[in-house]
């Protein structure tokens, strides 16, 4: 992938809905994208979303490495109040 590409490929995944802190590098000719994607447990076609605008925009995808961070609101301000207690 040359450094030309990286804004066709940023504009695609852009236009995917959720899509946040997205970043686009290259290294030895091959092009990595990291990027923030919001969705729901039971969101289904996340991966297959993306993939899409990766091959629409013309790109071959080889590897599709993908994690999940679990955020509650809830948990995470009890937890908050929780840590400020116990330094008391």
């Known amino acids: 992938m040359e450094e030309r590409a990286i804004p066709k490929i940023t504009q695609a995944l852009e236009g995917v809905e959720g899509v946040g802190d997205l970043e686009v590098l290259i290294e030895e000719g091959i092009g990595s994208v990291v990027l923030r ?3 729901t447990v039971q969101a289904t076609g996340v991966a297959s979303n993306l993939v899409e605008a990766i091959q629409g925009a013309g ?9 999940f961070d679990d955020f509650n609101e809830e948990v ?7 840590d400020e207690q116990a330094t008391e």
């Open 37 to 39: 994607k919001e969705t």
């Open 76 to 82: 995470a301000t009890v937890a908050g109040e929780d």
């Open 59 to 67: 790109f071959k995808l080889q590897t599709l490495s993908l994690s």
